[in-house]
């Protein structure tokens, strides 16, 4: 799972005004003093009211000022990942690498771990056991533990691929025969609340892990850029020093 900054409009200052000018008012930074952000960008300090003001729009749900930011990723994840991704549709826009327009090597994802199926009662998600065990799905005597096969299996579908984009097949067409475990990539542009109400949603235990994986990496890059919203949207602790 990659997640890439590419770039943001907006601070926490922003939120502060788009709500304040409610009752036609506006704040500034506390001091003029300001500190790079982890992207290089410089970042003003709040005031305490200020920041007391996003806490209690967090808090009380009045999300419209936490809309007027906006933040640009690139993601580079497996189909099966982007299915659960595209879901967010609200606040969100995606443009994604068409197949239609290449037909480059694809690549794959393989996870670390073959995870079992959860009890029988639970509809979807993983159990806590790992499948260590070696396995033959045709018969043979020769037994090779799931990674041997499933890697067996991408390279057919890429072997594949190729034979039917060198028979002169279309690459819209072509593209049937590759798995979702490929990659695929987009640029996803976003406002401040919506990627809060999707992180919340993807960082919660009960998400599938590899969408986990790709939400901590929100994390790491919006509450650089947005401490105090951030923290109160998410109910984090603020990192670095975002009041005075």
Do not use: C
């Not at 993983?126 to 396995?135: L, Y």
């Not at 919660?204 to 790491?220: C, F, G, P, T, V």
Request: cysteine-free; proline content about 6%.
């Amino acid at each position: 799972m990659k997640a890439d900054y590419i770039d943001h409009m907006g601070d926490d200052l922003r939120v502060v005004n788009a709500a304040r000018v409610s009752f036609d008012k506006e704040s500034d930074w506390a001091t003029d003093e300001n500190s790079p952000d982890g992207h290089g960008l410089p970042t003003g300090i709040l005031k305490e009211e200020d920041a007391r003001l996003i806490s209690y729009l967090a808090r009380n749900g009045h999300w419209t000022p936490f809309s007027h930011p906006m933040i640009t990723m690139r993601e580079t994840i497996p189909i099966f990942v982007a299915r659960q991704r595209f879901k967010h549709m609200v606040g969100f826009t995606y443009n994604e690498v068409s197949r239609r327009y290449v037909d480059d090597t694809p690549e794959f994802f393989s996870p670390d771990v073959w995870r079992a199926r959860p009890d029988a009662s639970i509809k979807q998600g993983s159990g806590d056991r790992t499948i260590k065990e070696f396995v033959n799905p045709y018969g043979e005597p020769e037994h090779h533990p799931v990674e041997h096969w499933f890697d067996r299996w991408m390279e057919d579908a890429e072997f594949n691929y190729n034979k039917l984009l060198e028979w002169d097949v279309a690459p819209e067409q072509a593209r049937m025969v590759l798995p979702q475990s490929m990659y695929t990539s987009y640029y996803v542009t976003g406002s401040l609340a919506a990627w809060a109400r999707a992180y919340k949603q993807r960082i919660d235990s009960h998400a599938q892990k590899e969408i986990q994986d790709l939400a901590k990496q929100w994390d790491a890059i919006i509450q650089t850029l947005f401490p105090v919203s951030w923290a109160a949207l998410t109910g984090q602790r603020p990192v670095g020093t975002g009041t005075i």
